[in-house]
């Protein structure tokens, strides 16, 4: 069956430190993965999209890496601050005519 | 443009009633979503709109729920006879047709609490 995880629900970490989130599939073939940012009561928010040809992208503190062989991405915040709390979901789509489906998103909790 | 707006915020109704919510997507894209999020989980996929037309719909979906996008600008989502199980955060999104290089905008949701 189809399957996203997020590899832990919650992660907690010092402030100034990189977080790191994992997002892993099977049985998709993903032609893009985006990950996006939601705060208690909000919708999500979009932060980043990398297609299957691309290994890396960075925008600011934020990068992803996209591993098509591994089945995996991974979320990177590099200086994490406490106002990166939030809870973060990996979403992917097959095609650009399939709805996106997402994880269960990992929450973050940055200690001052 | 001030994004992706829905309505209402909150929703209390009895086991029974049936509900509309509203969402007003971004006026220049295409597509338009419909998402149900419950505590702990994320999005789950509930329908999607190119224009006016409906283009997928979750098997998942009971057909108490019930989905339009008239003229291809607002839609709404009713959902009939409400059971506590309805109960979770409605949200929508829209997006260009070129997915391929955007996300997803969505709307703060509509939370709907069935009693």
């Known amino acids: 069956s189809q399957k996203i995880e997020q590899n832990s629900e919650a992660l907690n970490i010092q402030e100034g430190k990189t977080a790191t989130l994992t997002c892993n599939y099977t049985?998709?073939?993903?032609?893009?993965l985006q990950w996006y940012r939601q705060d208690p009561g909000r919708g999500p928010v979009f932060l980043l999209l990398?297609?299957?040809?691309?290994k890396e992208k960075r925008k600011e503190r934020l990068k992803v890496t996209f591993d098509t062989t591994l089945k995996q991405s991974l979320f990177h915040i590099t200086a994490s601050q406490p106002a990166d709390s939030a809870t973060y979901l990996c979403?992917?789509?097959?095609?650009?005519?399939?709805?996106?489906?997402f994880g269960k998103g990992t929450r973050l909790s940055v200690i001052a | 443009d001030t994004g992706v707006s829905q309505d209402p915020r909150h929703k209390i109704t009895k086991r029974g009633q049936n509900v509309t919510f509203r969402c007003d997507p971004i006026?220049?894209?295409?597509?338009l979503y419909w998402y149900r999020q419950t505590l702990g989980q994320g999005p789950e996929f509930l329908t999607y709109?190119?224009?006016?037309?409906?283009?997928?719909k979750s098997r998942l979906l009971s057909d108490r729920f019930s989905a339009e996008r008239p003229k291809g600008s607002f839609s709404t989502l009713e959902i009939q006879r409400t059971e506590q199980g309805d109960s979770a955060m409605y949200l929508c999104?829209?997006?260009?047709?070129?997915?391929?290089?955007?996300?997803?905008?969505f709307g703060s949701g509509t939370r709907l609490t069935v009693v």
């Open positions: 999104a829209s997006s260009p047709v070129e997915t391929f290089n955007y996300g997803y905008t």
């Open positions: 049985n998709y073939s993903p032609a893009y």
């Open positions: 990398i297609r299957e040809n691309e």
């Open positions: 979403a992917l789509s097959n095609s650009g005519n399939t709805p996106l489906v």
């Open positions: 006026s220049e894209h295409n597509r």
């Open positions: 709109f190119q224009n006016e037309a409906q283009l997928e």
